[in-house]
């Protein structure tokens, strides 16, 4: 158990900052919330990611990963660039967000032109990062397909990887939002609304993947003392 705990972790932990910042991102692209909101959690997921990256590091590098029979060692030597990539490219998001005064919801009536500029390199760096999100979920997804591969070649065990981003990336947003009202009363309804209706899709989503693959559940080794590790 205590061998593949880290490895698990590493899995949530990734899942979890990749799916909150795309979340927090659409919501700057939807221009839905305060700029005050998207700075407060711009940095908040950058430390998350550094601290992923970090696990990374520790328990997940490609000599570790090896180690272990039933894991596609054909894609373990991916799994760190683009983990940095997402890293490093949420830097100059955040920066640009801190020279636009006028971002989020405060500047939708007015200031358009003058942050029309910033705004777009932001949407740029934003969306370069959450790509570089998804391809470190898909060579994570790549690299424990075959813990359940024998349905459809384990298509639903790489997907289920993205539902449980957006559901926990949902989760962690809509959590941030709803605290965010008690501070904000006149904040509108409606980003709560998008984060909750992305939650309700991951979950669903990762309902139907579950029951269509069927467990995900098996050894990680081939040796019986190896317990088991389980796909996120």
Request: without cysteine; charged residues 10%.
């Amino acid at each position: 158990m205590l061998q593949t705990l880290p490895l698990v972790l590493f899995i949530v932990m990734t899942e979890l900052s990749i799916g909150a910042f795309t979340v927090l991102f659409a919501l700057d692209w939807r221009n839905q919330v305060k700029r005050s909101f998207l700075i407060t959690y711009g940095l908040i997921y950058i430390v998350l990611t550094g601290l992923t990256y970090l696990f990374q590091q520790g328990f997940s590098t490609p000599d570790l990963l090896n180690t272990f029979n039933q894991l596609d060692k054909n894609w373990t030597g991916y799994i760190t660039l683009p983990l940095v990539l997402f890293l490093v490219l949420m830097l100059p998001y955040n920066v640009l967000l801190w020279l636009d005064k006028k971002a989020g919801v405060d500047g939708k009536e007015e200031g358009r032109s003058s942050r029309s500029t910033l705004r777009l390199l932001r949407m740029i760096f934003g969306g370069l990062a959450v790509l570089a999100g998804l391809a470190t979920l898909f060579v994570i997804a790549m690299i424990y397909r075959p813990i359940e591969s024998a349905n459809f070649a384990g298509v639903f065990t790489v997907a289920s990887f993205f539902a449980a981003a957006l559901a926990l990336g949902g989760v962690m947003t809509a959590m941030w939002l709803g605290h965010w009202y008690l501070v904000t009363p006149a904040l509108s309804e409606k980003p709560l609304q998008f984060a909750t209706t992305l939650v309700l899709i991951g979950v669903l989503a990762q309902v139907l993947f579950a029951v269509t693959a069927g467990p995900t559940t098996t050894y990680a080794n081939n040796s019986a003392a190896t317990p088991t590790v389980t796909a996120t």
